[in-house]
């Protein structure tokens, strides 16, 4: 596989609106049969959080995990985003392009050399997303926003699923596509439910992470398909 491919395909399917389930909420006992019933209702963004317990307070998973599912995701035809809640992520972004990801997200607060994080990704053969957390302006994205493909408004503070959905993000999205232009997908994470999604695509996101909406319920994948729905309606 060239190292273009991952990238590619990132590309192509960050452009088109995607419900991206996010594993933080599965039951990693069964992550790879949950990630097929979901990949089985049509999900093709597969959201894997990953946080370090200093940018962030609790310790997640590292690349041995995207590693785990990334054939499972390929085969279905889609791709891993790695979320990195991690501190200087420019130091192992790298690692979770070679365990898979397709897509790696790194934090616009975790660097002072944000720029030089965003193209070693590039380099590695991923696409490459910036995200700002509830309290980081939209601006903190201007000197980036012509290199990614990719701009995460967190709509919760990151670090635990299940939190509720930050009302405000609703006036900040529109101030974020006007730093990044048309070209970047803007996604949204945290909070995100059959509600929150369309309020959010109304207010220009395209690309919706939701855990515990998706995998805190009973049938994930009744669940994906509901919120793809609510985007529809
Ligand atoms: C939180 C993570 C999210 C998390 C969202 O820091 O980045 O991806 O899984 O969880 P919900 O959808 O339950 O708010
Ligand atoms: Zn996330």
């Not at 041995?64 to 985003?81: F, P, S």
């Not at 926003?145 to 919760?156: H, K, P, R, S």
Request: overall charge negative.
């Amino acid at each position: 596989m060239s190292a273009a491919e991952p990238s590619l395909r990132a590309r192509e399917l960050l452009g088109q609106t995607q419900v991206a389930p996010s594993i933080l909420s599965a039951d990693f006992g069964r992550l790879r049969e949950q990630v097929r019933e979901v990949l089985a209702a049509g999900a093709r963004v597969i959201h894997v959080d990953v946080m370090d317990g200093h940018f962030v307070p609790p310790i997640t998973v590292g690349p041995n995990v995207v590693a785990a599912l990334a054939e499972t995701v390929r085969e279905a035809g889609g791709m891993i985003e790695a979320h990195l809640m991690i501190e200087r992520p420019e130091r192992t972004a790298a690692d979770y392009v070679r365990a898979g990801a397709d897509s790696v997200t790194i934090h616009a607060e975790a660097t002072p050399h944000l720029a030089r994080a965003v193209g070693l990704i590039h380099e590695s053969g991923a696409s490459a997303g910036v995200a700002i957390n509830p309290g980081t302006p939209p601006e903190a994205l201007a000197e980036v926003a012509g290199e990614i493909e990719l701009a995460l408004c967190m709509t919760v503070n990151p670090g635990w699923g299940g939190q509720p959905f930050i009302r405000s993000s609703l006036q900040k999205l529109p101030r974020l596509r006007t730093v990044t232009g048309e070209s970047v997908a803007i996604e949204v994470d945290g909070g995100i439910d059959t509600a929150t999604a369309p309020a959010c695509r109304q207010a220009g996101a395209s690309v919706f992470v939701a855990g515990s909406a998706i995998f805190g319920e009973p049938d994930p994948a009744a669940a994906y398909v509901a919120i793809a729905g609510s985007l529809s309606a």
